[in-house]
């Protein structure tokens, strides 16, 4: 299947500070990809969905001034989390869908990344 | 919201039985999709199964989807402990308008095989 990646795979950071988790689909062209947060011990939840070059789609309840989501190309994703605070410790998992993902719409998911603000 | 529940939440069994989680959701949907995920790490996915099917198969795994009571059921057999993970489903569905289409996930269950 195809191959995501996510960078860095956990960071530790001070609150108040800013943070930037890349995603980028290596072998595909993205055209959609996700952002989903899990934390400890439940279940993904969507954060929000982005077609490159156009402004995400954000779920109810997600903040898109915290969380600033940019696609600007076919396999790069970038999530900033901006002013960190603790209650944003999480796991961050990123998903990509290419243009041929056919009748199934297959995602391929990240490894995710773990942040942790102090 | 999330579309999908697990049951049981956790499930304790020993190795070389097997173990069957449940998952029902909410919304007529595309397919249903099984994942695992290890403490900490990140999504595996082990099956796929569209709406006009009721049974698929892969290795030790069993899918069925009953679309009418909107379930769907993951039988591992002959378990090992390298098994221990948690169990996702997830289903696939249009949300709003022509071609929206979102993955929601259940909660879960906790599987813990024991050698």
């Known amino acids: 299947g195809a191959v995501v990646s996510q960078h860095p795979s956990r960071v530790i950071c001070k609150s108040g500070t800013s943070v930037k988790i890349e995603c980028r689909s290596l072998d595909f062209q993205a055209t959609t990809m996700f952002w989903y947060r899990q934390f400890p011990k439940q279940s993904l939840m969507l954060m929000a969905t982005s077609n490159e070059g156009s402004k995400a789609t954000y779920e109810q309840g997600v903040e898109k001034d915290k969380f600033l989501i940019n696609h600007a190309s076919l396999t790069l994703s970038t999530l900033t989390v901006t002013s960190a605070h603790p209650e944003d410790s999480s796991f961050y998992i990123c998903s990509a869908r290419g243009p041929l993902a056919g009748a199934d719409n297959e995602q391929f998911f990240g490894p995710g990344t773990r942040l942790t603000v102090l | 919201s999330q579309q999908g529940e697990e049951d049981p939440q956790a499930l304790s069994i020993q190795e070389g039985e097997n173990a069957t989680m449940n998952c029902s959701y909410k919304?007529?949907?595309?397919?249903l999709q099984w994942y695992r995920q290890n403490s900490g790490r990140g999504l595996v996915h082990l099956i796929l199964?569209?709406?006009?099917?009721r049974e698929k198969h892969s290795g030790r795994l069993r899918v069925t989807l009953d679309t009418s009571k909107k379930s769907s059921s993951l039988l591992i057999t002959a378990s090992r402990a390298a098994d221990t993970a948690s169990y996702f489903c997830a289903t696939y569905y249009a949300y709003s308008g022509a071609g929206s289409y979102q993955l929601t996930f259940g909660k879960g269950t906790k599987l813990s095989v024991i050698p």
């Open positions: 199964i569209r709406s006009n099917e």
């Open positions: 919304t007529s949907i595309n397919n």
